[in-house]
């Protein structure tokens, strides 16, 4: 097709101009493609490198995997895990690992670390309620003091799950004394309530759950008062002593009437003249520390406690306010939920 002298390689536009004008337009073309080609080639694995390299950087299995294996072969690691938030809160990377969150504020603890180091670990491994329940209670203590000195909200706000709530539902009945020293009261959420109606062994007290729930279905009681009704039936039912004293500083916390003999009745017609009854009224009057027989409302000076209460937990100063309120002992005791 070419002549012999013409055999070469053709390395330049100007080349084809000059030596084969008769096939001009055929390695115009040639030379064209041949350089997209080659574009296309280049730009394409500039971006496989790109790719490849940021990948490496944030795929969360690699950083789970090499933050978990660095926490396992050092005992002194706090700057790691300062660094590792830096890197987590830059890529904004959401820790899933549970060692990672367990040792990680295992480590923090041990070590004494300040408030911000927990906050930026807190922020950095997205915990939640479920994380922070499972923890050791010292641990868990450590880790509510260094968030209130800081300011950082451990929990969702409402429609969210209430941990006072759901420490006395997961039965760590230690949590709610602890918890209580930070919040002045539980608040009411529709999950919880849900988890409780789901999660109560009604037949321990001899109760159908179409009865159990006939309360509310009929009207005659709030969601509410129900929740708090279940409550009390749900730790009688677990048969724990650290339950009922759970429920006696939950009651100690809330401006609600107390839950009375003639109420049960009301709303539990089946449960009437059944030794149930009988343990679920002594079960209240142990909670409470009175006889209640019938609807009464809370004293004067229960009242000025869950105000009060509210007042220093809203200031984030529960936990230290009480004592810079220079009251007798026994109103400092009054006002922690002690008597």
């Known amino acids: 097709m070419f002549p012999a002298g013409e055999r ?25 493609d041949e350089l997209n080609r080659l574009r296309a080639q280049q730009n394409r694995f500039y971006r496989m490198n790109a790719r490849n390299t940021q990948n490496d950087k944030i795929c969360p299995s690699c950083m789970n995997s090499r ?89 969702s706000p409402p429609p969210g799950l209430d941990p006072i709530n759901s420490s006395v539902r997961c039965r760590m009945f230690e949590k709610t004394a602890t918890l ?37 279905d009929n009207g005659l009681t709030t969601r509410e008062r129900h929740f708090l ?15 009922l004293k759970a429920l006696q500083l939950l009651w100690r916390s809330m401006p609600h009437p107390f839950v009375n003999l003639d109420e049960l009745t009301f709303l539990f017609p089946a449960l009437k003249d059944t030794p149930h009854m009988d343990e679920i009224h002594n079960c209240v009057k142990y909670m409470t520390g009175e006889e209640t027989l019938v609807y009464e409302p809370r004293k004067l000076k229960h009242y000025c406690r869950t105000t009060i209460r509210k007042g220093l937990s809203e200031s984030r100063k529960l936990s230290t306010g009480i004592g810079e309120l220079r009251l007798p002992p026994s109103l400092q005791s009054f006002l922690r939920l002690e008597s």
């Not at 070469?8 to 064209?32: P, T």
């Not at 919040?183 to 159990?212: Q, V, W």
Request: hydrophobic share 40%; proline share 1%; net charge positive.
């Open 8 to 32: 070469r390689f053709i390395c330049s536009q100007k080349n084809c101009k000059k030596r084969l004008l008769g096939f001009r337009k055929l390695f115009d073309d040639l030379h064209s």
């Open 67 to 155: 933050i978990t294996n660095a926490l396992k072969k050092t005992n002194r690691s706090e700057k790691f895990i300062r660094q590792a938030c830096k890197v987590m809160k830059l890529y904004k990377f959401a820790g899933k690992n549970k060692f990672i969150r367990q040792r990680g504020l295992d480590v923090l603890y041990l070590q004494k670390a300040d408030s911000t180091a927990v906050r930026d670990f807190l922020f950095a491994m997205d915990f939640g309620e479920g994380h922070l329940l499972s923890l050791f209670t010292d641990v868990f203590k450590y880790v509510l003091y260094h968030a209130n000195c800081v300011g950082f909200n451990l929990w």
């Open 180 to 216: 209580l020293q930070y919040s002045d009261a539980p608040r009411f959420c529709e999950t919880s309530y849900e988890h409780m109606k789901l999660d109560i062994n009604c037949r321990r007290l001899g109760l159908s759950e179409d009865a159990l729930r006939m309360p509310v």
């Open 229 to 243: 009704i279940l409550q009390i039936f749900d730790v009688i039912c677990a048969e724990s002593s650290d339950g």
